[in-house]
C-alpha cells in the first residue's frame, strides 16, 4: 500500500515539475464537464423535479382539500346531531302528551262505562224489589194463614194443652 502511495506521488511530483498543468486553472475538461452537469442539472430539473413538485403540490392541495371536508363533516355531525336531540325532544312531548289523552280518555271510558253499570244494576234492583214486593204480597196471605196454623201447634206443644179447644172457649167468651 505505502508503495501506491509513493508511486501516486512519484507521478504527481513529476507532472509538477514538467510545468504542464495547474490545477487552480481549469482546462477544457473542466468546461466539458461543466456543460454535462448543467445538461443532466437541466434534464433532472425539468423531467425529474416539475413532475415530483406537481404531484407533491397536488398531495398538499387534496390534504387541505380531506382537512376543510373533513372540518365540514363535524360542523354538519354536530348540527345533524343537535337537529335530531330537538326532534327528540319534541317527540318525547308529544307521545307525553299522546299518554295523558289516552289516559285521560280511559279514564272517561271507565267512568262512563261504570256509571252505565251503574244505572243498570240499579234498574235490575229496582226490579228485583219490584219482583219481591209482587211475590211477598201474593204469598202474605197464604203465610199468615201458615203462620196461625204453626203458632197454634207450637202453643200446644210448649203449654201442652190443646190450643183448638182454648181458642174456641175464647171466642165464645169475646163474643157473649
Known sequence: MSEAVISGVTLLSAE??????????????????LAIFLIVFGVIAKFVVKPVQQVLDERERLIAQTAQDNRQAAEQ???????????????????????????AEGRQVADDLRSD??????????????????EGESLAPSLSASVESLSLTLANRILGVDADVSKQRLNSEGRG
Open 77 to 103: 355531525d354536530v348540527a345533524a346531531e343537535s337537529e335530531f336531540k330537538q326532534e327528540l325532544a319534541a317527540a318525547r312531548s308529544e307521545a307525553g302528551g299522546l299518554r295523558d289523552q289516552a289516559r
Open 117 to 134: 253499570a251503574n244505572v243498570v244494576v240499579a234498574d235490575k234492583l229496582q226490579q228485583a224489589g219490584d219482583a219481591l214486593k209482587v
Open 16 to 33: 509538477a515539475e514538467a510545468g504542464t498543468t495547474n490545477f487552480l486553472i481549469p482546462n477544457g475538461t473542466f468546461f466539458f464537464v
